[in-house]
T-cell receptor, first 114, second 118 residues
Framework: LAKTTQPISMDSYEGQEVNITCSHN???????ITWYQQFPSQGPRFIIQGYKTKVTNEVASLFIPADRKSSTLSLPRVSLSDTAVYYC???????????????FGKGTTLSVSS | KAGVTQTPRYLIKTRGQQVTLSCSPI?????VSWYQQTPGQGLQFLFEYFSETQRNKGNFPGRFSGRQFSNSRSEMNVSTLELGDSALYLC?????????????????FGQGTRLTVV
């Protein structure tokens, strides 16, 4: 499995854009990059997924450079409700890519203040 | 569409007892994965069932076991409970199928069962 490295914590204020970078130097050719969000005492929630370049959905953008050794989750104009732990996941084998047997790292705790 | 349902939400057990947790996946999903979350170890993968067969297993002792029924509902069992088994147990459902040419499928998590061992 590709090892991921993320900042342990980040602080932001409401209305700011937040960028969380994940390093995954050993990413394999067939790996996708997936981000999950988790609020306290709840299960993680899928945010966004990508393979290369840029992916955007209604909640976030994911930027992946050409070498794919890192990725950046961008949250536009965060609010207090975006305070959560954000996990970057990269998998190697078929089962992982099927949304099963996910291996979570420590994640990044984002704290948004007013 | 109903989400992933886990029961019970909270449970208190005594050391040495056993416990069974239940997970009902999203309709149509054939894969159910189980995870343990503790403050010290974070989110750890326990095992995954697909079409009633255990397909993947994490690094947990044999006291942790599971099964999946023909309707895809799954149960996990922990025998001889230890204090360190106190955790939030999460299950996730997904379609569970992928190929090299297919995109990943996402996992949908339940709200978890909070187990406290005293």
């Amino acid at each position: 499995l590709a090892k991921t490295t993320q900042p342990i914590s980040m602080d932001s204020y409401e209305g700011q854009e937040v960028n969380i970078t994940c390093s995954h130097n050993n990413i394999a050719t067939n790996d996708y990059i997936t981000w999950y969000q988790q609020f306290p005492s709840q299960g993680p929630r899928f945010i966004i997924q990508g393979y290369k370049t840029k992916v955007t959905n209604e909640v976030a953008s994911l930027f992946i450079p050409a070498d794919r050794k890192s990725s950046t989750l961008s949250l536009p104009r965060v609010s207090l409700s975006d305070t959560a732990v954000y996990y970057c996941l990269v998998g190697e084998h078929l089962f992982y890519q099927a949304g099963t047997a996910l291996i979570f790292g420590k994640g990044t705790t984002l704290s948004v203040s007013s | 569409k109903a989400g992933v349902t886990q029961t019970p939400r909270y449970l208190i057990k005594t050391r040495g007892q056993q416990v069974t947790l239940s997970c009902s996946p999203i309709s149509g999903h054939r894969s159910v994965s189980w995870y343990q979350q503790t403050p010290g170890q974070g989110l750890q993968f326990l095992f995954e069932y697909f079409s009633e067969t255990q397909r993947n297993k994490g690094n947990f002792p044999g006291r942790f076991s599971g099964r999946q029924f023909s309707n895809s509902r799954s149960e996990m069992n922990v025998s001889t409970l230890e204090l360190g088994d106190s955790a939030l147990y999460l299950c996730a459902s997904s379609l569970g199928e992928a190929g090299w040419e297919k995109k990943n499928t996402e996992a949908f998590f339940g709200q978890g069962t909070r187990l406290t061992v005293v």
